[in-house]
Antibody
Framework: QVELQQWGAGLLKPAETLSLTCGVY????????WSWVRQTPGKGLEWIGE???????NYNPSLKSRVTISIDTSKNQFSLNLRSVTAADTGLYYC?????????????WGQGSLVSVST | EIVLTQSPGTLSLSPGERATLSCRAS???????VAWYKQQKPGQAPRLLI????HRDTGIPDRFSGSGSGTDFTLTISRLEPEDFAVYYC?????????FGGGTKVEIK
């Protein structure tokens, strides 16, 4: 049974870079898209972007200029970098498995990482 | 971008009652590419219930059912169990950007 575990820094100052990593355990890493989704007080649930094991990415246009999602297939991990954070980026960040083709649904999800941006 | 509007915002019902949750899209969702999730508590990860508008995920009880097409989709819980009181979200997929509805909270009356 696939399990996603995520980690990364939770307290940031404005203009810093948010970095989170998600490890995939108990299932094949290949053949799926792997996503980041966040839940903020201002916008609710918001898809950030996705990547597959070939390194192909899709990003939400609203965040594309600040986001990089990368993958390390040797470790079964994928990562999120969000640059130039502001208070509006405060929220819960989840990694999730997407579908076997791009732009699918999410199942399962990681446990979530609380990120707070404050001076 | 497809905007999903969920209604009502809050549904107050008793255990054993039927819950009907609505998700309306700002444009036609092709191939009925709508999923439904349950978030048990704030801070807990959502759990997939339904994909393809009407297909239950593995292990989801059959009291949960999804229906709809085009721009109007519905999640029905036939008889509410205590663990069903939670927040439910719809999501469209297949086109970018993927978007979610604002959620419906099902609370105990």
């Amino acid at each position: 049974q696939v399990e996603l575990q995520q980690w990364g820094a939770g307290l940031l100052k404005p203009a810093e870079t948010l970095s989170l990593t998600c490890g995939v355990y108990g299932a094949s890493f290949s053949g799926y898209y792997w996503s980041w989704v966040r839940q903020t007080p201002g916008k609710g649930l918001e898809w950030i972007g996705e990547i597959n094991d070939g390194g192909n990415t899709n990003y939400n246009p609203s965040l594309k200029s600040r986001v990089t999602i990368s993958i390390d297939t040797s470790k079964n991990q994928f990562s999120l970098n969000l640059r130039s954070v502001t208070a509006a980026d405060t929220g819960l960040y989840y990694c999730a498995r997407g579908g076997s083709s791009w732009l699918g649904w999410f199942d399962p999800w990681g446990q979530g990482s609380l990120v707070s941006v404050s001076t | 971008e497809i905007v999903l509007t969920q209604s009502p915002g809050t549904l107050s019902l008793s255990p054993g009652e039927r819950a009907t949750l609505s998700c309306r899209a700002s444009q036609i969702v092709s191939d009925n590419y709508v999923a439904w999730y349950k978030q048990q508590k704030p801070g807990q990860a959502p759990r997939l219930l339904i994909y393809g508008a009407s297909h239950r995920d593995t292990g989801i009880p059959d009291r949960f059912s999804g229906s709809g097409s085009g721009t109007d989709f519905t999640l029905t819980i036939s008889r509410l169990e205590p663990e069903d009181f939670a927040v439910y979200y719809c999501q469209h997929y297949g086109t970018s950007p993927l978007t979610f509805g604002g959620g419906t909270k099902v609370e105990i009356k």
